[in-house]
C-alpha cells in the first residue's frame, strides 16, 4: 500500500514561485504513473501534470505549460511540482496521485487513480 505526503505548499504573491513536494513510501514508484492535481474552491478537480515513475516522461495541462515543471528523484522516492510564475488562479489545493496504468495511459489525468495524498494548499495574491 503506497503512501504520498505532500509538502511545500504556502501564499506567494502573484510572479512568485514554490516547489511542492510528493513523497512516496510503502512500495517503490518505478513503475506507477505519478499525478499532481489541484482542486479550488467551488471548482472540480484538474489534472495538473504526469511524470511515469520508470523514466521521465512529463505530461501538462495546457494552463500550465511553459510555468510548472514536473520532476522525480528515484533516490528518495520523492515526486516534485515547480511552480513559477504562479498566477491568482493557481490558488488551490494541490493532491498528488499515484495509479499503476501503464506508461502510455501516463499521458492523461483520466480513469481511477490507486492512491493519494492529504494535499497541500497553494494560495497566490495579486
Known amino acids: 500500500h503506497m503512501q504520498l505526503v505532500e509538502s511545500g505548499g504556502g501564499s506567494v504573491q502573484a510572479g512568485g514561485s514554490l516547489r511542492l513536494s510528493c513523497a512516496a513510501s510503502?512500495?517503490?514508484?518505478?513503475?506507477?504513473?505519478m499525478g499532481w492535481f489541484r482542486q479550488a474552491p467551488g471548482k472540480e478537480r484538474e489534472g495538473v501534470a504526469t511524470?511515469?515513475?520508470?523514466?521521465?516522461?512529463?505530461y501538462y495541462t495546457d494552463s500550465v505549460k511553459g510555468r510548472f515543471t514536473i520532476s522525480q528523484d528515484k533516490v528518495k522516492n520523492t515526486v516534485y511540482l515547480q511552480m513559477n510564475s504562479l498566477k491568482p488562479e493557481d490558488t488551490a489545493m494541490y493532491y498528488c496521485?499515484?495509479?499503476?496504468?501503464?506508461?502510455?495511459?501516463?499521458?492523461?489525468?483520466?480513469?481511477?487513480?490507486?492512491?493519494w495524498g492529504q494535499g497541500t494548499q497553494v494560495t497566490v495574491s495579486s
Open positions: 511524470i511515469y515513475g520508470g523514466y521521465d516522461r512529463t
Open positions: 496521485a499515484a495509479d499503476s496504468r501503464a506508461a502510455w495511459l501516463c499521458n492523461t489525468f483520466a480513469g481511477s487513480w490507486s492512491y
Open positions: 510503502g512500495y517503490t514508484y518505478s513503475s506507477y504513473c
